[in-house]
């Protein structure tokens, strides 16, 4: 730190970090700028590193910070329908000396229940976020999902079709499979993703790996690892390891299973596609 800017700014930085639970409430980190801040969540703490002519020359940025962060939150919630508790940040001074003063949050948490639409605008007036518009945007995009795997049904019944036709269908074992799986995820609603999962497995191993099946059928990894999630690792009741869940299940989402139907499918149809 420069001596000039040691005369014109009273500390060396500023953070203010908030507390959140459930300290998975987001999947993955989150890393941004916000107000020009520097802001992580993740793993239970919102933290912003603050520069100090940022924090000395900018009225209110704790609140407003607090009022984005909220944001963040509120979005995630309508997403996943989860509670959190936010707690209303503590601000840690870091002296030029060394020396670092905490001041500690005077509200200890703050829980949020999503009964009414809301709207919040940053500093300028701009919308960052509209709970009724956010609703709007995931029924479309629930809709458009729903209509993309009616359209794979089509597709894949014509390839299913096409295959049987022939004097001597390629692979009938591993077809068998696929469509015994598939059959059965349709019939047993409880262990769906089970089955679905099977289609997988047994195109992993047809194909030696994760990486060759990709490569073969072009499938993104984070197609297949979303996949892989859900059915392996998230304590929903039609999953794959639901005995290692010692807290509460819950069923998996219309949303989720839609995704997980158009992406086994997928897979189903690609290998079809493939033996031709």
């Known amino acids: 730190?420069?001596?000039?800017?040691?005369?014109t700014t009273k500390n060396l930085r500023y953070e203010i970090d908030w507390q959140y639970s459930p300290a998975d409430f987001f999947p993955l980190p989150i890393s941004e700028r916000i107000l020009d801040c520097d802001v992580t969540i993740e793993s239970g703490t919102a933290l912003a590193r603050i520069e100090p002519q940022i924090y000395e020359q900018t009225f209110s940025l704790h609140n407003q910070l607090q009022r984005l962060i909220d944001a963040r939150f509120k979005v995630q919630q309508f997403r996943t329908a989860n509670k959190y508790?936010?707690?209303?940040g503590s601000l840690t001074e870091y002296h030029h000396d060394g020396r670092r003063i905490r001041h500690l949050s005077a509200t200890v948490s703050c829980k949020f229940s999503m009964s009414a639409d809301v709207t919040i605008t940053d500093a300028s007036g701009k919308t960052i976020f509209d709970?009724?518009?956010?609703?709007?945007?995931?029924?479309l995009q629930d809709e458009?999902?729903?209509i993309a795997l009616?359209?794979?049904d089509g597709q894949l019944a014509?390839?299913?079709g096409e295959y049987y036709s022939k004097t001597k269908p390629p692979e009938p074992g591993i077809v068998s499979s696929l469509l015994s799986s598939y059959l059965a995820s349709c019939n047993d609603p409880d262990n769906e993703l089970v089955y679905l999962y099977e289609l997988r497995d047994a195109l992993g191993k047809r194909f030696g790996g994760?990486?060759?099946?990709?490569?073969?059928l072009g499938v993104s990894k984070a197609e297949w690892s979303n996949f892989g999630r859900l059915s392996n690792d998230e304590p929903v009741s039609q999953g794959r390891h639901r005995g290692k869940f010692s807290g509460e299940m819950r069923s998996a989402t219309e949303p989720e299973?839609?995704?997980?139907?158009?992406?086994?499918k997928g897979l189903l149809l690609k290998f079809l596609l493939y033996l031709k």
């Open 131 to 139: 709970s009724s518009a956010e609703r709007a945007r995931e029924r």
């Open 257 to 264: 299973l839609v995704e997980a139907r158009s992406f086994a």
């Open 210 to 216: 994760e990486s060759p099946t990709r490569q073969a």
């Open 144 to 146: 458009q999902d729903k």
């Open 158 to 160: 014509v390839a299913i």
């Open 1 to 7: 730190m420069g001596t000039e800017e040691n005369k």
């Open 85 to 88: 508790e936010l707690d209303d």
């Open 150 to 152: 009616q359209q794979l």
